[in-house]
Every structure is written in structure tokens, then in C-alpha cells.
């Protein structure tokens, strides 16, 4: 990647996540935090016909901020 292209790539990416950041914050009631680690075991997720993840597991470690990502330009899901 060009040093164009690669300071292109991440202002497009920094426009996207200041918008996210910006957005006003849902309303509801808050959950307790989780008193342990998040375990996914052998997980398995489509779109339709179509496969994302087959047999994944992970674990997200109490207290922890945890970012996955994949190619840019699929659909992106957020959860915090």
C-alpha cells in the first residue's frame, strides 16, 4: 500500500470510528457487568445461506476490551 492509499485507508477508518463514538448512548437499563470471563465454545454463525464463523472458540477475559475484526468493506457488527 502507497503511503497515499495507506493515509486514506485510515482516515476513512478514523471518520468511521469518531462516528461511532459520537453516537448518542441507547437508553435502557444497563446490565451488571459480567462477574467472569465471556466463553464461546464450538461456535457456528451464518448469514442466511451463507457461513461467517464455523467451530470458534474464544475467550473474552473479565475487565478486558476486546476488538475483532475482519476485511474492510463486510458487514461489521459491534457489541461491547
Not at 476513512?12 to 464461546?40: H, K, Y
Not at 472458540?57 to 476490551?65: A, D, W
Amino acid at each position: 500500500m502507497t503511503g497515499f492509499a495507506a493515509f486514506r485507508y485510515f482516515s476513512i477508518a478514523g471518520g468511521r470510528t469518531l462516528a461511532l463514538v459520537n453516537e448518542p448512548e441507547m437508553e435502557g437499563e444497563r446490565q451488571a457487568p459480567a462477574a467472569g470471563d465471556i466463553r464461546f465454545e464450538h461456535v457456528s454463525f451464518a448469514y442466511q445461506d451463507k457461513k461467517a464463523l464455523q467451530d470458534v472458540s474464544i475467550v473474552f477475559p473479565r475487565n478486558t476490551l476486546t476488538a475483532l475484526f475482519g476485511a474492510s468493506g463486510v458487514e461489521t457488527v459491534l457489541y461491547e
